[in-house]
């Protein structure tokens, strides 16, 4: 079954403990991308990756670092989490060009 | 530029009713224009997008309407059902970047009472 997976889909943290929300997808896709939902903000892009090793920033990449060293996996990490970066996080993939969007079904994260 | 604004913010509707969500851009360049469908605790999926060549898409009950020299469009969902209730993304890109980044409208909650 083509999926993107993202873990944990669940985490409470607290301020400054560093975490990884990893990524993977099985359908081959060259483009990756971190989105966060916020209530009356939508959908907002954080990072993206063209490719393996090919990176950059979204629309609010502030407090995020991401990696592409494998095209199935692009992990999102938040080296010090802050309560501004409280969210719900999606992953999502895609072919070259403007193919439809596949989203992972999301991590939700407390930072304390 | 960038943006895309969606309207309404929430929405109520009685089943069999029709749901009707706006979004409007004012980026002439984007040519592409779709609907993601959300419902809780899962990631957004397509729905139904529309091109610019056309005033209207038509997908089952889901109707996208197209105003291009208005730089609008609307997604419609004719005879709405409890099923439908999800939250519901509209987005443009335009072709010819190095991304073709989609950028989504803030959303619609949409629920269909019985």
């Known amino acids: 079954e083509a999926q993107v997976t993202q873990n944990p889909r669940y985490l409470i943290t607290v301020t400054g403990k560093k975490l990884t929300v990893t990524c993977s997808q099985n359908m081959n896709h060259e483009y990756m991308s971190w989105y966060r939902q916020d209530p009356g903000l939508g959908l907002r892009q954080i990072y993206y990756s063209m490719n393996v090793e090919v990176t950059d920033k979204g629309d609010v990449p502030e407090g995020y670092k991401v990696s592409r060293k494998e095209k199935r996996n692009f992990p999102l990490i938040l080296e010090s989490p802050s309560p501004n970066q409280t969210s719900l996080y999606f992953c999502?993939?895609?072919?070259?060009?403007?193919?439809?969007?596949?989203f992972g079904e999301g991590s939700r994260l407390t930072v304390l | 530029q960038q943006q895309v604004k969606q309207s309404p913010q929430s929405l109520i509707v009685q089943k069999g009713g029709i749901s009707i969500i706006n979004c409007a851009y004012e980026n002439t360049a984007f040519d592409y224009f779709p609907w993601y469908q959300q419902f809780p605790g899962k990631g957004p999926a397509l729905l139904i997008a529309?091109?610019?060549?056309?005033s209207e898409k038509k997908e089952g009950r889901f109707t996208i309407s197209f105003n291009k020299s208005a730089k609008q469009f609307s997604l419609h969902i004719m005879d709405s059902q409890p099923g439908d209730s999800a939250t519901y993304f509209c987005?443009?890109?335009?072709?010819?970047?190095?991304?073709?980044?989609?950028?989504f409208g803030t959303g619609t909650l949409l629920a269909v009472q019985p």
């Open positions: 529309i091109r610019p060549d056309v």
């Open positions: 987005a443009a890109s335009r072709s010819g970047g190095a991304t073709n980044k989609l950028i």
């Open positions: 999502a993939s895609r072919g070259l060009g403007r193919g439809e969007l596949f």
